[in-house]
């Protein structure tokens, strides 16, 4: 089973909207993090926004927010008044604390494509 | 801030050649990381590295060698290359689980090799 899922390969939105994008996850484990990154057409990996499992807010940095649903396991990405600049791959990414390699590594899902539109 | 570096940046190789990545990092992070990415597919983790002179396989590590000689350096090995092995080549390094699951990786600007 894929322990990050990102259901939409790709989205469109309209400029200075909103856009959600989603992410769920697996683990048993109590304790562990869930991480945004951010992969524009030059190909670095640019990191947005992080949320802990114990963490009692959901995240926000700037117009990026994270809409966590620790019950229903999800961690979605909501990006407020898009701009072309938003353009890019965007990857959910887990790191779990007890789960052996999964305390050392961040395991990606396979990305989400979102193109603003003008 | 130099961050993490990734050489070279690009490659064409031949089928049956070796070829070494190298990647270095001035923060340092016990952690480093090699992942391939292939559309479609994410980014998925080849080997690691924990510490100086320690390395583990990750999701993907067949075909592939990793040494860890100095804290600073992650070298990615690749001793017979082969088609399935083209791909964008990304390093990561990040500090310890010491500083809390929120410590976040740092990538390189990746390799993109191409084995014909």
């Known amino acids: 089973a894929q322990k990050i899922t990102q259901t939409q390969p790709g989205m469109f939105v309209q400029e200075k909207e909103a856009v959600t994008l989603d992410c769920t996850y697996d683990t048993s484990d109590q304790s562990y993090g869930l991480f945004w990154y951010k992969q524009p057409s030059s190909g670095e990996m640019i990191f947005l926004i992080y949320?802990?499992?114990?963490?009692?807010q959901n995240a926000t940095e700037g117009r990026y927010s994270l809409n966590f649903q620790k019950a229903r396991k999800s961690a979605n990405l909501v990006i407020s008044a898009s701009q072309l600049g938003d353009s890019a791959m965007y990857f959910c990414?887990?790191?779990?604390?007890?789960?052996?390699?999964?305390?050392?590594?961040?395991?990606f899902g396979k990305g989400t494509k979102l193109s603003v539109i003008p | 801030n130099a961050g993490v570096t990734q050489t070279p940046k690009f490659r064409v190789l031949k089928t049956g050649q070796s070829m070494t990545l190298l990647c270095a990092q001035d923060m340092n992070h016990e952690y480093m990381y090699w992942y391939r990415q292939d559309p479609g597919m994410g980014l998925r983790l080849i080997h690691y590295s924990v510490g100086e002179g320690t390395t583990a396989k990750g999701e993907v590590p067949d075909g592939y060698n990793v040494s860890r000689l100095k804290k600073q350096n992650f070298l990615l090995g690749l001793e017979s290359a082969a088609p399935s092995q083209t791909s964008v080549y990304f390093c990561?390094?990040?500090?310890?689980?010491?500083?809390?699951?929120?410590?976040?990786?740092?990538f390189g600007q990746g390799t993109r090799l191409t084995v014909v």
């Open positions: 949320q802990g499992s114990y963490d009692e």
């Open positions: 990414a887990m790191r779990e604390r007890y789960s052996g390699a999964g305390s050392y590594q961040l395991t």
């Open positions: 990561a390094s990040s500090y310890s689980m010491d500083q809390g699951l929120g410590t976040k990786a740092f």
